[in-house]
C-alpha cells in the first residue's frame, strides 16, 4: 500500500521580503505569496486528497485555504507544523542576527547538528526533526493508501526530507533549498520512498 504525503511551503510573505525571521511570529501572504498558493491547488487539482494538514501559523493556513479552492476537503490545524521556534530573534533581521549572532550564524550554515539555540532560546534542529518526524509518523500510520497535504515551513520541511533521505542533521544544508508554495511529494512504498518536486522523481530511499 502506498502513503504519498505532499509538501509546500507557504507563499511568499511580508517579512519574507524584508528578510525577517518569522518562526512562530507571523506576517501576511503578499500577492505574490497569494498567487503562488492558488497555482498550488492548480497543480494538485487532478490529486484526490483525503486530507489537509497546516501549520497553525497564519501563512500557512491562508496558503492551505488557497489551495484546497473549492474541494470539500477538511483542513486541520497543528502546532507540530509551525517552523522552527526561533525565540527572541524573531522579528529580527537576518543581516542584525549576522551582524550580533555571526559565530552562531556560522554554525547553523556550515554546523547545524551543533547549533544549540544559545541566544535565540528557541529551538535546535534536532529538537525540530524529533517534533515532525514523530507528527509524521502517526499520519502515516493514521492515513496510510491516502494521499495527504501538509503545509508547513521551509525549515520544516528541509528537516523532513533530509530525514527520510536516509540523511544526519550535518547534511541538512546541503539540499534541497525550499521555494514558497512550491510541490515536493514522499511517496512511502513498502519498502522504499519515492521523492519528486514540481512531479519528477529526484531520489529513492530506503525507509527507515
Not at 142 to 162: A, D, Q, R, T
Amino acid at each position: 500500500m502506498v502513503t504519498n504525503l505532499y509538501l509546500s511551503r507557504h507563499g511568499q510573505t511580508v517579512w519574507n521580503i524584508e528578510r525577517r525571521i518569522q518562526g512562530r511570529k507571523d506576517s501576511p501572504l503578499t500577492p505574490l505569496g497569494i498567487e503562488q498558493a492558488k497555482k498550488l491547488g492548480d497543480q494538485l487539482k487532478q490529486t484526490p486528497l483525503q486530507r489537509i494538514y497546516a501549520s497553525s501559523s497564519q501563512r500557512a493556513w491562508d496558503t492551505a485555504l488557497y489551495a484546497r479552492g473549492k474541494r470539500k476537503v477538511e483542513i486541520i490545524k497543528t502546532n507540530q507544523l509551525m517552523e522552527m521556534d526561533f525565540g527572541n530573534w524573531e522579528g529580527k533581521k537576518w543581516s542584525e542576527i549576522e551582524r550580533l549572532y555571526p559565530d552562531e550564524r556560522k554554525i547553523m550554515l556550515e554546523h547545524p547538528e551543533q547549533y544549540q539555540a544559545i541566544s535565540s532560546q528557541g529551538e535546535t534542529y534536532g529538537e525540530v526533526e524529533k517534533r515532525v518526524v514523530s507528527f509524521v509518523e502517526e499520519i502515516l500510520e493514521k492515513h496510510s493508501g491516502e494521499n495527504i497535504l501538509l503545509v508547513s515551513h521551509g525549515i520544516v520541511l528541509k528537516v523532513l526530507i533530509n530525514y527520510y533521505r536516509g540523511n544526519g542533521i550535518e547534511f541538512l544544508n546541503h539540499r534541497p533549498h525550499i521555494p514558497w508554495a512550491t510541490l515536493y511529494q514522499l511517496s512511502f512504498q513498502p519498502e522504499e520512498v519515492q521523492l519528486y518536486f514540481q512531479g519528477e522523481m529526484i531520489g529513492r530511499f530506503k525507509y527507515r
